[in-house]
């Protein structure tokens, strides 16, 4: 198994504003996701993950950045894509050390 590539909250805000192609994967159940999360995120609850990936990502070149509460469900959801055949998969970590704004609903 690879291993996850960390990458920063500055980094993804940064990936955001200049409109680079990427997927920002909130692995969140859906109550936590309506609460708050990242603008542009999508939202495939861990638990969901292996059967509905495939169908919300199916390219599997794709660039994916997880996150989710803490940072501790990313590492999980990192085996479950590796082992789906993605590639370019990354950890954000927690939305708790997300300092900008997220948006609720």
Request: glycine share 8%; proline share 5%.
């Amino acid at each position: 198994m690879e291993e996850l590539k960390p990458i920063s909250v500055e980094q993804v805000k940064q990936d955001l504003e200049e409109g680079k192609e990427f997927i920002l994967l909130d692995v969140r159940t859906p109550e936590e996701f309506e609460e708050g999360h990242i603008e542009g995120a999508i939202n495939i609850p861990l638990k969901d993950l292996v059967y509905d990936v495939e169908n919300e990502i199916p390219e599997k070149e794709e660039t994916i950045y997880l996150y989710c509460r803490s940072g501790v469900r990313v590492l999980t959801a990192g085996h479950i894509l590796y082992d789906l055949g993605y590639e370019n998969v990354y950890n954000m970590g927690g939305i708790l050390s997300w300092p900008y704004e997220i948006v609720k609903g």
